[in-house]
């Protein structure tokens, strides 16, 4: 394998590294992730998290296993292992389906299937880069000079191999000087916006200001947002989408304050067999990260919590959904312009 580099994920031809984004922003540790079972485990406890970065993540791992020799029986049981690490980002299911169609294909050698694994692992990291940079480029015209805008989780370098999705977008916008800040949700429980996102926002020195998800509201309210951006893990097809929990609460206040709305998305996070929001499965995670969070408890352990992952935003209540191929409007979602688009 050719190496590789993306700002949570190292490959240096020989073994798979990740950024463990637990531990982020006050440690940088890489851990090893050649094996797809400790893959499994690092997606399951977030170490890699985003729903493109986890699909990329995936078929190195695999590609990295079918490198060291492994047997096509061994390589078929760790992809079915890794595709249920999660349920909610089809990214994962989309790049599993992919290398397994190779090695279903049959008839080859074995080197020219490792070959092709590994060439598949490689295409799929490189088409991440490249799709970033195209949902950028089309998210671009929609802001006019000097906005601010809202985000909420992390959608950056940490969870694609590119610039990111949503935070790809508001990157590129600010290096163009279309945006002059970045506000940042919390996203509770396990703060991924105040310990990722606004960790990237910094790296780049852009400009940014950190709240808590419930202040949101306020800022919408007092016209100091012009406009909210967010990542997804999966589209329905008919444009209601999953994304961190909290995301469905915020379409709500946008569209109660006329501030447009924008999920932005990669083609390989649309799932044309998934026909609305109710047919997406939603994670439940750990009560215990509701109650406290990096060994600190400020509930009763006792205490009963609900803890989705996601929440599934509808299509109603979308401006427009920002892809690598095309930027859809509300209006072109509810008559089923996605499919136009496969």
């Not at 078929?59 to 990295?64: N, P």
């Not at 290096?175 to 800040?181: C, D, M, P, Q, T």
């Not at 400020?298 to 401006?319: K, M």
Request: glycine share 8%; net charge negative; hydrophobic share 50%.
């Amino acid at each position: 394998m050719n190496p590789l580099e993306s700002m949570a994920l190292r490959h240096d031809g020989r073994a798979l590294r990740i950024l463990d984004q637990t531990l982020l922003p006050h440690r940088e540790l890489w851990l090893d992730a050649s094996d797809p079972a400790a893959m499994v485990l690092h997606i399951r406890r977030l170490a890699v998290r985003g729903a493109p970065l986890i699909g990329v993540a995936a078929a190195l791992a695999l590609a990295t296993l079918a490198q060291d020799g492994a047997a096509p029986g061994e390589l078929r049981l760790a992809a079915a292992h890794l595709r249920r690490a999660r349920p909610t980002a089809v990214n994962l299911m989309w790049a599993m389906d992919r290398m397994t169609a190779i090695l279903d294909g049959g008839r080859f050698a074995e080197d020219v299937v490792v070959a092709e694994l590994v060439a598949e692992a490689e295409a799929i990291f490189h088409e991440d880069v490249a799709l970033c940079e195209a949902m950028a480029g089309q998210g671009l015209p929609l802001f006019a000079p000097g906005e601010a805008v809202l985000t909420h989780c992390n959608s950056g370098g940490l969870a694609t191999a590119g610039i990111g999705t949503a935070f790809g977008v508001i990157r590129r916008a600010w290096e163009a000087g279309r945006v002059a800040h970045v506000y940042v949700d919390e996203t509770r429980p396990l703060l991924q916006g105040a310990r990722l996102t606004a960790w990237e926002l910094a790296r780049l020195g852009i400009p940014h200001t950190l709240i808590t998800d419930s202040m949101a509201a306020i800022l919408l309210r007092d016209g100091k947002v012009q406009r909210v951006l967010v990542g997804a893990d999966r589209v329905a097809a008919n444009g209601d989408f999953a994304n961190k929990v909290g995301t469905y609460g915020l379409a709500v206040q946008c569209r109660h304050h006329g501030v447009p709305f924008h999920p932005v998305a990669p083609w390989s996070t649309v799932d044309l067999a998934c026909p609305d929001g109710p047919a997406i499965p939603i994670e439940l995670r750990d009560p215990a990260e509701v109650r406290g969070q990096g060994g600190r408890a400020w509930a009763a352990e006792d205490t009963p919590a609900f803890n989705p992952s996601f929440d599934v935003t509808p299509a109603e209540l979308v401006t427009s959904l920002v892809l690598d191929r095309a930027v859809v409007t509300g209006r072109e979602l509810a008559e089923g312009r996605l499919r136009t688009l496969q």
